[in-house]
T-cell receptor, first 113, second 112 residues
Framework: EAAVTQSPRNKVAVTGGKVTLSCNQT?????MYWYRQDTGHGLRLIHY???????EKGDIPDGYKASRPSQENFSLILELATPSQTSVYFC????????????FGPGTRLTVL | GDSVTQKQGQVTLSEDDFLFINCTYS??????LLWYVQYLGQGPQLLLK?????NKGISRGFEATYDKGTTSFHLQKASVQESDSAVYFC???????????FGLGTRVSVFP
């Protein structure tokens, strides 16, 4: 069974603070993704990666950075968190040539006060 | 760019009712269309996919079909159960490794 884990599961941050969301996958997938989920907007792609060392901008990258130090790990970084970044964040992994088969983690609920 | 429209925000049903959810899409490429299901407190999980090659997908009693003429695709189930209560998303596969374009989701509530 594919496994994607995220940490932390819940996070409260202050405006202007730095937040790092972590994702680990044991699927040996090349591709990894970060989405945010908001009522009225569904799931939106923030950043994605083709493999270790690569990061690409998705549809809504402003205010976010990503880091892919290894095949297994993909982080989402908010250098200066704002209340508008309060959301639920999902990480997903997908194998090469089958990008539709994305396996999602359980999500991180981030609240920025 | 690619887009998906899912207009039904919420559907309330009784057990054994028929479920039908519709999405329309816009893309310049041959579409691969997906349905994801998200149970409370979990991440989305793939339920079905439909391509131009197969026109139909079936899984767990759900059936997904697509209509190229109207650029729409549908999810249906003949007889829902309370355990089918979840949010259902349609999604379009965009360019390789650029993720998925999701609809807004339909919250399905099934009551005994």
């Amino acid at each position: 069974e594919a496994a994607v884990t995220q940490s932390p599961r819940n996070k409260v941050a202050v405006t202007g603070g730095k937040v790092t969301l972590s994702c680990n996958q044991t699927n040996n997938h090349n591709n990894m993704y970060w989405y945010r989920q908001d009522t009225g907007h569904g799931l939106r792609l923030i950043h994605y990666s083709y493999g270790a060392g690569s990061t690409e901008k998705g549809d809504i990258p402003d205010g976010y950075k990503a880091s892919r130090p290894s095949q297994e790990n993909f982080s989402l970084i908010l250098e200066l968190a704002t209340p508008s970044q309060t959301s639920v964040y999902f990480c997903a992994s997908g194998g090469q040539g089958s990008s539709y088969e994305q396996y999602f983690g359980p999500g991180t609920r981030l609240t920025v006060l | 760019g690619d887009s998906v429209t899912q207009k039904q925000g919420q559907v309330t049903l009784s057990e054994d009712d028929f479920l039908f959810i519709n999405c329309t899409y816009s893309t310049t490429t041959y579409p691969t269309l997906l349905w994801y299901v998200q149970y409370l407190g979990q991440g989305p999980q793939l339920l079905l996919k439909v391509t131009t090659a197969n026109n139909k997908g079936i899984s767990r009693g759900f059936e997904a079909t697509y209509d190229k003429g109207t650029t729409s695709f549908h999810l249906q189930k003949a007889s829902v159960q309370e355990s089918d209560s979840a949010v259902y998303f349609c999604a379009l596969v965009n360019n390789y490794a650029q993720g998925l374009t999701f609809g807004l989701g339909t919250r399905v509530s099934v009551f005994p």
